[in-house]
Protein backbone atom coordinates (compact mmCIF):
# COMPACT_ATOMS: atom_id res chain seq x y z
CA UNK A 1 0.00 0.00 0.00
CA UNK A 2 1.37 3.40 -0.96
CA UNK A 3 1.84 6.03 1.25
CA UNK A 4 1.99 9.10 0.54
CA UNK A 5 2.95 12.29 3.35
CA UNK A 6 2.07 16.01 2.41
CA UNK A 7 4.72 19.00 3.91
CA UNK A 8 5.89 22.29 3.25
CA UNK A 9 2.38 24.33 4.23
CA UNK A 10 2.17 27.08 6.62
CA UNK A 11 0.98 30.88 6.98
CA UNK A 12 2.32 33.31 4.27
CA UNK A 13 1.03 36.72 3.26
CA UNK A 14 -0.42 37.63 -0.57
CA UNK A 15 1.94 37.42 -2.60
CA UNK A 16 4.29 34.76 -0.64
CA UNK A 17 5.80 32.16 -1.74
CA UNK A 18 5.20 28.26 -0.65
CA UNK A 19 7.35 24.84 -1.50
CA UNK A 20 5.31 21.59 -1.10
CA UNK A 21 6.87 18.23 -1.14
CA UNK A 22 4.66 14.65 -1.41
CA UNK A 23 6.77 11.82 -0.64
CA UNK A 24 5.40 8.69 -1.52
CA UNK A 25 6.45 5.03 -0.35
CA UNK A 26 6.56 2.01 -2.90
CA UNK A 27 9.29 1.57 -6.34
CA UNK A 28 6.24 2.36 -8.81
CA UNK A 29 6.40 5.91 -7.81
CA UNK A 30 8.28 6.36 -11.14
CA UNK A 31 5.79 5.20 -13.60
CA UNK A 32 2.77 6.99 -12.03
CA UNK A 33 1.22 10.41 -13.18
CA UNK A 34 1.22 12.32 -9.93
CA UNK A 35 -1.04 15.44 -8.86
CA UNK A 36 -1.47 18.03 -6.48
CA UNK A 37 -5.14 18.53 -5.55
CA UNK A 38 -6.52 21.28 -2.92
CA UNK A 39 -9.82 21.63 -0.81
CA UNK A 40 -11.14 24.45 0.34
CA UNK A 41 -13.14 24.56 3.59
CA UNK A 42 -16.75 24.13 2.63
CA UNK A 43 -15.72 22.99 -1.15
CA UNK A 44 -14.85 19.83 -2.93
CA UNK A 45 -11.30 18.61 -3.49
CA UNK A 46 -9.73 20.19 -6.76
CA UNK A 47 -7.13 19.37 -9.05
CA UNK A 48 -4.02 22.22 -8.87
CA UNK A 49 -1.43 20.66 -11.45
CA UNK A 50 -0.04 17.00 -12.70
CA UNK A 51 3.04 15.63 -13.68
CA UNK A 52 3.81 12.04 -16.61
CA UNK A 53 6.55 10.08 -15.34
CA UNK A 54 8.50 12.09 -18.29
CA UNK A 55 7.74 15.21 -17.06
CA UNK A 56 4.80 16.83 -18.88
CA UNK A 57 2.78 19.07 -16.40
CA UNK A 58 -0.80 20.27 -16.61
CA UNK A 59 -1.69 23.55 -14.41
CA UNK A 60 -5.53 24.53 -13.32
CA UNK A 61 -6.45 27.51 -14.95
CA UNK A 62 -6.55 29.61 -11.52
CA UNK A 63 -3.26 28.70 -10.84
CA UNK A 64 -1.45 28.77 -14.33
CA UNK A 65 2.39 30.88 -13.95
CA UNK A 66 1.80 30.93 -10.75
CA UNK A 67 2.45 27.61 -9.40
CA UNK A 68 5.02 24.72 -11.06
CA UNK A 69 4.83 21.32 -10.15
CA UNK A 70 8.05 18.90 -10.66
CA UNK A 71 9.11 15.35 -9.43
CA UNK A 72 12.16 13.59 -8.11
CA UNK A 73 11.70 9.82 -9.05
CA UNK A 74 15.30 8.99 -6.99
CA UNK A 75 13.22 10.40 -4.26
CA UNK A 76 9.61 8.79 -5.20
CA UNK A 77 8.81 12.85 -4.03
CA UNK A 78 6.53 15.33 -5.80
CA UNK A 79 6.90 19.51 -5.89
CA UNK A 80 4.62 22.05 -5.94
CA UNK A 81 6.05 25.47 -6.01
CA UNK A 82 3.59 28.15 -5.27
CA UNK A 83 3.92 31.93 -5.91
CA UNK A 84 2.19 34.97 -5.96
CA UNK A 85 0.01 33.20 -3.74
CA UNK A 86 -3.45 34.77 -3.23
CA UNK A 87 -6.09 34.40 -0.31
CA UNK A 88 -8.74 32.05 -2.43
CA UNK A 89 -5.06 29.62 -3.28
CA UNK A 90 -5.80 29.09 1.05
CA UNK A 91 -6.94 25.12 1.25
CA UNK A 92 -5.17 21.99 2.30
CA UNK A 93 -3.12 20.36 -0.28
CA UNK A 94 -2.87 16.75 -0.93
CA UNK A 95 -0.96 14.74 -3.40
CA UNK A 96 -1.81 11.67 -5.25
CA UNK A 97 -2.07 9.98 -8.35
CA UNK A 98 -4.00 11.15 -11.27
CA UNK A 99 -5.38 8.05 -12.74
CA UNK A 100 -7.95 5.66 -10.55
CA UNK A 101 -8.01 3.85 -8.34
CA UNK A 102 -6.81 6.49 -5.90
CA UNK A 103 -4.26 5.67 -3.24
CA UNK A 104 -5.48 6.76 0.60
CA UNK A 105 -5.18 10.55 1.04
CA UNK A 106 -2.50 11.34 3.03
CA UNK A 107 -3.12 13.84 6.14
CA UNK A 108 -2.63 17.21 3.43
CA UNK A 109 -0.65 19.96 4.29
CA UNK A 110 -2.61 23.29 5.08
CA UNK A 111 -1.96 26.36 3.32
CA UNK A 112 -2.96 29.40 4.37
CA UNK A 113 -2.48 32.84 2.46
CA UNK A 114 -3.81 36.03 4.72
CA UNK A 115 -2.25 39.21 5.82
Known amino acids: QVQLVESGGGLVQPGGSLRLSCAAS????????MGWYRQAPGKQRESVAS???????NYANPVKGRFTISRDNAKSTVYLQMNSLKPEDTAVYYC?????????WGQGTQVTVSS
Open 51 to 57: ITTSGAT
Open 26 to 33: GSIFSIIT
Open 96 to 104: NRVQPPKYS
